[in-house]
């Protein structure tokens, strides 16, 4: 079993839509919770990190429910620019930090 | 402004070499990763490291090894390479505590013919 399970996607809205992505972690060890973006041929990039009280970040929110086991991202107003891949990392233990395979997200006109 | 530095952008290797991928940060991290992303597979760890002469294997480290003989260098050796290691390779620091961020290399891209 995968330490990390996010929707496979892709998903493909149009603007202004609203947006969720789940992924859920295997460890109920594990101690912290990221977002990271990766735009096509780039690397990752820290979004958000996600608290056990849920975090927003203008048009973009995060959940934590520990005892499923899940994560979500919640985007608001979709925009172009918000066509990426969305990638979910769960950090196990001592800074071993696991990443699903990411959400492809596709913004249209 | 922080860095992490990766050698090669593309690299093409025979069946058969070694081959090294060389990672440099600059932000006197403790944590290093190796990480390969595949299309429909994700980032997946190699192989981390916490501190200088450390490593601890992640999901896949068949086909490789790595050496941390200073804090801020970060190897990943692919002992023969095959064509089956074909693919990007990314390389990532954080500070040692758990709520940091992490911030990779621009990556490799790695064939193997």
């Known amino acids: 079993r995968k330490e990390v399970e996010q929707d496979p996607g892709p998903f493909n809205v149009p603007e202004g839509a609203t947006v969720a992505f789940n992924c859920t972690y295997s460890?109920?060890?594990?101690?912290?919770f990221f977002w990271y973006r990766q735009d096509c041929r780039k690397e990752p990039k820290l979004l958000m990190s996600?608290?056990?009280s849920g975090n927003e970040d203008g048009r973009f929110t995060a959940q934590l429910n520990r005892a499923s086991q899940y994560i979500s991202l919640l985007i608001r107003d979709s925009k172009l620019s918000d066509s990426a891949t969305y990638l979910c990392?769960?950090?196990?233990?001592?800074?071993?930090?696991?990443f699903g395979a990411g959400t492809r997200l596709t913004v249209k006109p | 402004d922080v860095k992490v530095t990766q050698s090669s952008r593309y690299l093409v290797k025979r069946t058969g070499e070694k081959v090294f991928l060389e990672c440099v940060q600059d932000m006197d991290h403790e944590n290093m990763f190796w990480y390969r992303q595949d299309p429909g597979l994700g980032l997946r760890l190699i192989y981390f490291?916490?501190?200088?002469?450390?490593?601890e294997k992640g999901d896949i480290p068949e086909g490789y090894s790595v050496s941390r003989e200073k804090k801020e260098r970060f190897s990943l050796i692919l002992e023969s390479a095959s064509t089956n290691q074909t693919s990007m390779y990314l390389c990532?620091?954080?500070?040692?505590?758990?709520?940091?961020?992490?911030?990779f290399g621009q990556g490799t891209r790695l064939t193997v013919v």
């Open positions: 490291s916490y501190d200088v002469k450390m490593k």
């Open positions: 460890n109920s060890a594990s101690q912290s």
């Open positions: 996600v608290y056990s």
């Open positions: 990532a620091s954080i500070r040692g505590t758990t709520q940091t961020e992490a911030f």
């Open positions: 990392v769960v950090n196990i233990r001592n800074n071993d930090m696991r």
